[in-house]
């Protein structure tokens, strides 16, 4: 049974007839609206957000690399530093050669030491350092102990001196010769882990 449907578009009215050639093309662009453009539509605002995101981290990045030089210099200078207050502080099997720079300076000095007492390793209270505590006894002239304390200050290593005492002056060659009692400390880098 097949169906025969004949219209007569003469018939039907202007408006029916400009509706119906109208109705068409207008219903795909609807229908390409809604099932292609508005869904492209949304994935292209999701892509411009994304990418304006991974623009926005690329900046940090790029700001964080001009730093990276910048910080690298820093570091490279942070590295000399310590190397230089590394010398300053001996390890303690690097304390007999502190001695011997020190007897140099009192020999260069005129100055004659005659006791050096070790004294037992303290923990300094900032914890990144150990004292190494000297007794100390020498005599010498008055204005050749102010060589040799000038002398002390200009070692690579740090040395404090304390409890500085000067008694029984003697003259000896017209000049008046004391003897000296001091202090010395040094210091040592204590390791990591303390020990």
Known sequence: MALNIKI???K???AGRIAIAVAPPVIIAALVATLVVMPKTKEIK??????SAQE??????????????ILKIENEKL??????????????KEVSSLLKQISEVAAKSDVDILTWKPEPKK???SGIVAEIPFAVTLTSTY?????FFSNLTKLNRIVNLSDIKMTNPKVQKDEAVLSI??????????KEGGK
Request: glycine content about 2%; charged content about 30%.
């Open 8 to 10: 007569d578009f003469k």
């Open 12 to 14: 039907i009215p202007k």
């Open 46 to 51: 999701n892509l411009k957000t994304e990418i």
């Open 56 to 69: 926005s981290e690329i900046a940090k990045s790029e700001a964080m690399a001009a730093k990276l030089d």
């Open 79 to 92: 590295k000399k530093r310590l190397a230089e207050l590394q010398e300053q502080l001996p390890e303690e």
């Open 123 to 125: 923990a300094h209270p």
């Open 143 to 147: 204005h050749n102990l102010g060589y």
């Open 181 to 190: 009692n001091f202090k010395a400390s040094t210091f040592s880098a204590v």
